[in-house]
């Protein structure tokens, strides 16, 4: 575990968490508030307003959670990711070379499998979405899985996600669900405190100032006015500074699901996990299915697909 309870009997961050080079200072770290389902939706619903994300604690069957994490890796294990020899649920990382080509195709096997869909639409979760947004659920066909390998540099950039999503509603919810325990060292999310205020006055100003592009381009996260694949930054020791706020961080647990705003600021850092264990983990959208939905969400995740 990443976060320990100090002398005072305060919880704090242990293991410092570090993206693209830049190490994110104790002082701008903080820790996700938890918060159980069982306090009902109504007052779900008022924290999620407030914070910009609620982090659920033990929604989903965590025994389900790591079978079906079991699963994938069972799936990868001819690409050379996974290490021989360990329960495939552990996603022990290999040493040796990988056919990435190979893992590539499949995961986009993966995402269009009938499991991943189950997974990602168990009745549990589906109840709980059409609770959360007061009528029936709509899960985007779009639909992200990851894995990353432990001591590699790959880590999601600061964005929000209605960059990527502007051809329908804002009235969106991203669930980020670990598949498997993720804590903090793994590399998991970390959201930067009541920057969902902030993300609301970024995209204002895009919306502003994007009079001068087509149709097309005012909904793509690559056009002229936006940072290179609609990231706010690399740099989230910088951010942290320049908005005066701290990332916050979490130990994630199986059977956990986070729920974010599409303004709130986030990002993921390095898999530091001294094990080895490979971070595994899917983000989906839901909406109101009586809002408008953007068209480009209505077809299957693929490698390179710009969104």
Not at 236 to 258: M, Q, S, T
Request: net charge neutral.
């Amino acid at each position: 575990m990443s976060i320990v309870a100090n002398a005072a009997g305060v919880e704090v961050m242990q293991s410092p968490l570090a993206a693209h080079g830049k190490t994110i200072p104790a002082e701008r770290l903080g820790l996700l508030t938890q918060t159980d389902p069982a306090i009902g939706i109504r007052a779900i619903r008022r924290r999620y307003e407030e914070d910009g994300y609620v982090w659920l604690k033990g929604l989903l069957p965590r025994a389900e959670v790591i079978d079906f994490r079991r699963w994938v890796f069972a799936r990868l294990a001819d690409t050379g990711l996974l290490a021989p020899g360990y329960d495939l649920a552990l996603g022990i990382a290999a040493v040796g070379s990988v056919d990435w080509n190979l893992a590539n195709r499949m995961m986009m096997s993966l995402v269009r499998s009938a499991a991943y869909e189950g997974f990602c639409a168990q009745p549990k979760l589906v109840r709980f979405m059409d609770a959360f947004l007061q009528g029936i659920s709509y899960l985007h066909k779009r639909k992200l899985m990851r894995y990353v390998q432990p001591g590699t540099a790959m880590a999601t950039p600061a964005h929000y996600d209605l960059v990527y999503l502007r051809g329908g509603t804002s009235r969106l919810v991203t669930a980020w669900i670990p598949i498997g325990d993720i804590p903090a060292e793994m590399g998991g999310l970390v959201y930067l405190e009541g920057s969902h205020a902030l993300g609301r006055r970024m995209e204002a100003d895009f919306q502003a100032n994007s009079g001068t592009l087509s149709p097309e381009e005012r909904i793509s996260a690559y056009n002229s006015q936006m940072a290179e694949g609609g990231w706010i930054s690399k740099d989230l020791p910088d951010i942290a500074e320049r908005f005066n706020a701290r990332w916050l961080a979490a130990d994630y647990e199986a059977g956990d699901v986070v729920l974010h705003s599409p303004y709130i600021i986030h990002a993921a850092t390095n898999n530091e996990d001294r094990t080895r264990r490979l971070r595994l983990s899917t983000d989906i959208r839901y909406q109101n299915v009586d809002d408008e939905i953007d068209a480009r969400w209505s077809n299957h995740w693929s490698l390179g697909d710009m969104l």
